[in-house]
Structures are given as structure tokens and as C-alpha cells.
């Protein structure tokens, strides 16, 4: 750790790592309740199991996207975070916050919770994934503007790089966007328009630019490229997310009642969506190929070349597969959708959190460089067990889609929506299988900061 500020991003991860396995856990309750219905009833209902799966989702990768900035912020400024306590200060009302969103979940029914949140003063509860209530997305808006003055101020002070300023434009972006998710017109074809004006440019669009920037510090530190050369890269891979993705978002337009353009401009560009992240796995590949130096933290190269390819296959090949309007037009909403979402997210943003989670945390605890040996191995197979794991989620997830869009959609004599939940019922057996197993590797991602960290430190080679 090269400044004390630094520090800052251990509460982060740690509290991001804690979420997603509560995350994941909420998960695997999710899947039993496609297959044994009243599994938990009435003490966690669907929705709400639901509401907490996604929420955490959210809440853990923003919560990590800010310990990665704190961490590397100042590292690439070179100079101190202009404000530590303000960070930390941020941290506790965030998770605070977030606690007492996920009790008030677990606890009140939806309409209790709105009354008692007095949502009926600033109507924004009620839509998928932005069903905080009013008071949790002004405290949302507080932490981020706190978080970006706190940035965008050890930024404007220090040195300015491609990979900070970057940075600064995707978060900036994510707190402009959230902004949307006030708006709650009544009229429900502009509801869902500018909906995904939160959900799609925040995936698609903003969040894209943290991930590449956070990708290009961390092959910056482990493989010893000159800079110049990665922030070309950098330059051109946001290039095309911008593009792509802002246009792109015609691809949630297609059947919500908005004009029926959107079915080429989505289409076209969504088809293109694809480049940027196959341009992100040549870029990682090629500079880890180009290394001027082994690392000793194999793990954290490991994460970073598997953020590239799941990257690429989740969001890339799988949203190609059901982005262009006349596949769409049978697929959207099934199945499919689902297996493109959890590969997606896990691949993209789950795993390049993991990587500078695993990059940062050894130097946050005092190590020279690395973990020792023993931890990397375990932390090794926990990544794993968890890709090999989504893959096959997404593959389960992937035939159970197909075969519920032929029954229910495309056959001579359509089936209804739950005899077909019955029929695709073994995919969802099979997903629970996967699920269990991801659930293992989160808990070996967990224990490899604990398990043989007695041995002697891998000591950094010469750089």
C-alpha cells in the first residue's frame, strides 16, 4: 500500500464480499422456490427473496466499485485521498442504509413499507430493481455525490491519468443515471422508457467504463506494460461501450410501445455490443502476454484474464443471442434472458470487483505483494469453482429458455406459462446443483484471506 488513505477500501470490500454472499445465498432460496413453491412461505415470500437478490446485487458491486476507486485513485494521482473520514463516514450511512432497506424487505409487506417510508410524498417504489424506497435512493444520491466530490478532489489535486479520469467519467455517469430512478411517470410506455435509461445505461453504458478502467490498473501493476500502450487500449474499448451501448438501449425499446425504429437502431447496435468486450479479452490476453514482469499474485492475473473471457461470453455472445428484434420477439422475458443476465453480471462486474479485491487486499493487510502460496491456491479454485459453475447456470438456464419459448411461444398448440414451468422443472434442478457449488467457491474465496496465511510471504520481483 502505497498511501495510508488507501486503508479506506478495506471497509468497502470487506462489506462488498460479506453482501454478495448474502447475495447469493438469497439466490439459491430463489431457485428452491421455482421448484417447491411454498419453500419459506410465508416468512420469505418470492418477491421479497426476489427484492433482496437483486438489491444486494446492486448494492455490494457499487459498495466495491467505491473501495476499488479509493484504492486506486490515489495510488494513480499520486497524492492522498482528499478526505478519508468523509470516506468512511460514506461507508457507515451506505451500509446502514442498505441494512435497513434489506429489514424493511424482510419484515413489512411493499405497501407497509411504502406507507411507512412515505413514499406517497415522492412516488419511485414498486419498479425491478429500483424498489428501494424513496428515503434509500436519497441516501443513495447523498453517498455518491459525497464519494464523487471526495474523487473527482484527489484527482483535480494529484496527477491526471487516462485510467483516473476514465474512472471518474463512468462514476459520474452512474450517479447522473441513478437520477431516473425519480422519475415515475404515470404513463407506463415512458415509465419503462426511462427506466432502462437507469438499469441499461448504468450495465451497458457507464458501468462499463469503471470496469475497463479498473481492468487497465490492475494489468498496469501485474504485468508491468508501459502505460502508453494500455491507455490506448482503454481509449478505444470505452470508444466503442459508448457507441454501442448508448444506442443500444433500442433493444429494450422493442415491445413496450415506443416507435418502431427502435427495432432497427436496437437491433444494429446491440449487434455491435459484442466488439468492445471481445476487444477487452484481446486487450487482457495481450498484455499479460506482453508482461515485463511475473507477478507473484497469479491469482489477481487470473481473475483479471477470466473478467475478459466471461466478460465476452455473458455479455457479448449470450446478449447477441436474443438482442436482434425478430429473436427477440419470442425470447424476450423467457428464460433466456435470465442465462444472458447471470453470465453477464458475473462475468463483467462480479469478477473484476474479485480481481481488485484480490489484487488490493494482500497490500491492505500489510503483505509485500501477494498471499502465500496456500491462500492463492485456494483462492484459485474458489474462482474456479465459481466460473465453471455460472457457466453452467447459464447453460441450464439456456436450454430451459429454449424449450419454454417452443412450448409456450413458438409450437402449434401453445402451452400456458406453468405447464411449461413444470416440463423445464429439471434445468431448474440442475441450476440449484450449479448454485450450490458457486455458493462453495464464494465460501473458499472467503476463507483463502484466513486459511495458510501463516506462511512466508511471496516477496514482489523486481519491477
Known amino acids: 500500500m502505497t498511501y495510508k488513505s488507501q486503508s479506506v477500501a478495506k471497509l468497502y470490500f470487506i462489506a462488498a464480499i460479506a453482501l454478495f454472499a448474502a447475495q447469493i445465498l438469497f439466490g439459491l432460496i430463489l431457485g428452491l422456490q421455482y421448484l417447491i413453491g411454498d419453500f419459506l412461505f410465508p416468512a420469505i415470500p418470492f418477491n421479497v427473496a426476489r427484492m433482496v437478490h437483486t438489491n444486494a446485487l446492486i448494492?455490494?458491486?457499487?459498495?466495491?466499485?467505491?473501495?476499488?476507486?479509493?484504492?486506486?485513485?490515489?495510488?494513480?494521482?499520486?497524492?492522498?485521498l482528499f478526505a478519508p473520514w468523509l470516506a468512511t463516514a460514506m461507508f457507515w450511512i451506505f451500509l446502514l442504509a442498505a441494512a435497513a432497506t434489506v429489514a424493511g424487505y424482510l419484515l413489512f409487506s411493499y405497501s407497509d413499507l411504502a406507507a411507512l417510508t412515505m413514499n406517497e410524498l415522492l412516488p419511485t417504489m414498486g419498479r425491478e430493481f429500483l424498489e428501494q424506497p424513496t428515503i434509500t435512493k436519497l441516501g443513495i444520491v447523498v453517498v455518491a455525490l459525497a464519494f464523487l466530490f471526495n474523487i473527482g478532489i484527489t484527482i483535480l489535486k494529484g496527477r491526471k491519468t487516462v485510467v483516473n479520469l476514465v474512472l471518474l467519467m463512468g462514476l459520474t455517469g452512474l450517479a447522473v443515471f441513478f437520477l431516473f430512478s425519480f422519475y415515475n411517470p404515470t404513463n407506463l410506455v415512458l415509465d419503462k422508457y426511462y427506466w432502462w435509461w437507469v438499469v441499461h445505461l448504468w450495465v451497458e453504458g457507464v458501468w462499463e467504463l469503471i470496469l475497463g478502467a479498473i481492468l487497465a490498473f490492475v494489468l498496469i501493476k501485474v504485468t508491468g506494460v508501459d502505460r502508453e500502450v494500455i491507455e490506448k487500449w482503454l481509449y478505444i474499448i470505452i470508444a466503442m461501450t459508448l457507441i454501442t451501448g448508448i444506442v443500444g438501449t433500442g433493444h429494450h425499446f422493442f415491445w413496450i410501445g415506443t416507435p418502431e425504429y427502435w427495432q432497427w437502431w436496437g437491433?444494429?447496435?446491440?449487434?455491435?455490443?459484442?466488439?468492445?468486450?471481445?476487444?477487452?479479452?484481446?486487450?487482457?490476453?495481450?498484455?499479460?502476454?506482453?508482461?515485463?514482469?511475473?507477478?507473484?499474485?497469479?491469482?489477481?492475473?487470473?481473475?483479471?484474464?477470466?473478467?475478459?473471457?466471461?466478460?465476452?461470453?455473458?455479455?457479448?455472445?449470450?446478449?447477441?443471442?436474443?438482442?436482434?428484434?425478430?429473436?427477440?420477439?419470442?425470447?424476450?422475458?423467457?428464460?433466456?434472458?435470465?442465462?444472458?443476465?447471470?453470465?453477464?453480471?458475473?462475468?463483467?462486474?462480479?469478477?473484476?470487483?474479485?480481481?481488485?479485491?484480490?489484487?488490493?487486499?494482500?497490500?491492505?493487510?500489510?503483505?509485500?505483494?501477494?498471499?502465500?502460496?496456500?491462500?492463492?491456491?485456494?483462492?484459485?479454485?474458489?474462482?474456479?469453482?465459481?466460473?465453471?459453475?455460472?457457466?453452467?447456470?447459464?447453460?441450464?438456464?439456456?436450454?430451459?429458455?429454449?424449450?419454454?419459448?417452443?412450448?409456450?411461444?413458438?409450437?402449434?398448440a401453445p402451452q400456458p406459462f406453468m405447464a411449461v414451468q413444470d416440463q423445464i422443472a429439471l434445468f431448474y434442478w440442475l441450476r440449484e446443483i450449479a448454485g450450490l457449488i458457486f455458493l462453495i467457491g464464494v465460501v473458499t474465496y472467503i476463507a483463502s484471506f484466513f486459511i495458510g496465511q501463516d506462511e512466508p510471504e511471496v516477496v514482489l520481483g523486481e519491477s
Not at 63 to 79: C, D, H, I, Q
Open 267 to 412: 437491433s444494429i447496435f446491440s449487434a455491435l455490443e459484442p466488439i468492445p468486450f471481445f476487444m477487452m479479452t484481446v486487450f487482457a490476453f495481450n498484455m499479460v502476454n506482453k508482461r515485463r514482469r511475473e507477478h507473484p499474485n497469479k491469482a489477481a492475473v487470473l481473475w483479471a484474464l477470466g473478467t475478459a473471457v466471461m466478460a465476452f461470453l455473458g455479455a457479448g455472445v449470450w446478449g447477441f443471442l436474443h438482442t436482434l428484434s425478430p429473436v427477440n420477439y419470442y425470447t424476450h422475458g423467457s428464460q433466456i434472458t435470465a442465462a444472458h443476465g447471470h453470465m453477464a453480471f458475473y462475468g463483467a462486474y462480479v469478477m473484476i470487483n474479485l480481481t481488485i479485491i484480490s489484487y488490493a487486499m494482500p497490500l491492505l493487510r500489510g503483505r509485500n505483494a501477494a498471499n502465500s502460496n496456500k491462500q492463492q491456491t485456494l483462492e484459485m479454485w474458489s474462482f474456479w469453482l465459481m466460473t465453471i459453475s455460472m457457466v453452467f447456470i447459464t447453460l441450464f438456464l439456456t436450454g430451459a429458455g429454449i424449450l419454454q419459448v417452443y412450448l409456450q411461444r413458438v409450437a402449434e
Open 59 to 80: 448494492v455490494w458491486l457499487l459498495m466495491a466499485f467505491m473501495g476499488a476507486s479509493y484504492y486506486l485513485v490515489p495510488e494513480e494521482a499520486e497524492t492522498e
